[in-house]
């Protein structure tokens, strides 16, 4: 074998170009997919909060409305009526509700539901409409917690 025959070999490995796009899409496929894959997770996150937003002001509105107030009506009826209203998208298990009133002048403190840790702690909260024809503030928050399978690639968009 002489010298020049691996040169030989070399130069039609170089000039063949059969495969090359394979080879190349190979290279650019694992990021292309991820990021495909976090765009489809990403917006299906938001269209879920927005479902879970709408729903929230719509049951909310009954409060407002004193549709509650008036009934006596339990955080599990409350909830229901929410599942009622985001059950499309969002397991009603998941859910769960704070309604806090605060009277007029009272100062308003809202608390995370997410500790130091990053650990979900629902302690605080809780389910307290106002009384018939009340003047002073309800807040009416819901959380859900939303599986997320591209955080494993870096990607994190939780809380």
């Known amino acids: 074998m002489s ?3 691996p040169k030989r070999v070399f130069s039609r490995f170089r000039r063949n170009d059969r495969g090359s ?3 190349e899409f190979s290279l650019v496929a694992v990021p292309f997919f991820a990021l495909l894959f976090a765009i489809i997770e990403t917006g299906i996150v938001f269209f879920a909060g927005q479902v879970l937003e709408n729903g929230v002001q719509d049951s909310g509105r009954l409060i407002y409305t004193n549709q509650i107030t008036n009934t006596n009506t339990t955080a599990e009826q ?3 009526d929410l ?3 985001v059950s499309i998208l969002l397991n009603c298990s998941g859910i769960d509700v704070d309604v806090k009133y605060y009277a007029a002048g009272t100062a308003i403190t809202i608390t995370d539901p997410i ?4 650990n979900y702690d629902t302690s605080g909260l809780g389910f307290a409409v106002p009384p018939a024809n ?3 503030t309800v807040v009416v928050r819901a959380f859900y917690r939303w599986p997320l399978y591209v955080t494993g690639l870096g990607y994190n968009i939780a809380n």
């Open 3 to 5: 010298a020049s025959a």
């Open 21 to 23: 796009a394979a080879v």
């Open 78 to 80: 409350f909830k229901a």
């Open 83 to 85: 599942c009622n209203r």
């Open 115 to 118: 500790d130091g840790a990053g």
């Open 134 to 136: 009340a003047t002073g």
